[in-house]
């Protein structure tokens, strides 16, 4: 669904159970009189998530994700009470089932857990209330009605992402739509490639202007098939990466010459000096970042700014790539690096999520903004290579 007419059927849901400005009103002045409790209410949250393994095998990241998911809760809750409902609130909203889906954490514990929410901030609001005994009923309400907004929503997006992930396994399975694809990939290239060379075999006294020009775009396309091929390969079979320490600035010059953004593009290059050199495998790294401008490019047909950034982030090195291009919407990026999730009309919609499987085995993160018709940004970190002389080399 995207986001506008996620938004419309959010807009149905308000007047179904009768949410008004008042209602939203009423919400938003609780938030300074309940901030003071969400401390408690998020550790509550997650010591219950402790006891129910079935919830807490989820969390795969240990103490660290823990306290990831405590900010990432808070600032849902804030949201909650901030008064403003729009389509991007209710995109994220939405995003909270689709991320839950894609770690397998089953709908009743997110219902449940809901539950015990709405009791901790019920309770914090009747333990708080200095006003009249009238107004906190009213207010109360409001905040049901809001929090099974919220839930409508999450378990829309269960439903949805299931359905979808159903009809994705069926696709996946079909051996024949991805045969189909590479199909489509292949004969376009080869087809050049035989109109050239028939063109070599068969004409009468081309010039070498003309041979040179037939030559160089069979070169090209054969080089266009090759990266199908290596596409599919480098899907199904990620070796172990080699980790050594990388020069990322002349690895992302050499990924540029290989993928020439074109004359249109403005590329510029931010490396710090004395940038840390980063750990990983540099022919796999390659093919991530090949990607990241290609997808960059391919989303600025008619020209634009391709900003790549290197910096140093702890004991991370960040590598940014920015477009000024077509961008997405919030639940396009929800998707975007599934295998066979496109939005171009070619390609295998392979590549962003053979970039995140290389970054992802190279100990490494990649994360995505983006803005529909304002451009993308895809961050990729990568662990600092020990410096010479590092006790720990
Ligand atoms: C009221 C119920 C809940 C709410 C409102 C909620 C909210 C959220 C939000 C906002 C995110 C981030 C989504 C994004 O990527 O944009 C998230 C992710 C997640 N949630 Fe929940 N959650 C709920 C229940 C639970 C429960 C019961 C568990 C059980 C373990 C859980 C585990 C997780 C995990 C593991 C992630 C992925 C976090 C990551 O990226 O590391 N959630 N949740």
Known sequence: MNADRLYERYSELQSYVGWSNEDACRVAATAPVLEPYLHALIEDFYAEIERHPNARQVITGGTEQIARLKGTLTQWIRDLLSGTYDASYVARRW???LRHVEIGLEQV?????????????????HESWRGAAGELKETVRSLDKLLDLDLAIIEDAYQAEYAARLQRNERLATLGQVAGGVAHELRNPLNVVKTSVYYLLNARNPTEDKKAGHLRRIERNVELADGVITALSNFARLPLPEMRPIDLESMVREVLELNPPGDRIEVTLESPPGLPRALGDASQLRIALGNLVRNARDSMAQGGRLDIGLSPEGDRVAISVTDSGTGMDELELARIMEPLYTTKARGLGLGLAITRSIVEKNQGTIQVESR???GSRFTVRLFAAPVEGDPEL
């Open 109 to 125: 514990y997110t219902n449940v857990a809901l539950s015990r929410l709405r009791t901790g901030l019920v309770r914090a609001l």
């Open 95 to 97: 995003k909270v089932g």
């Open 372 to 374: 529909s018709g304002r």
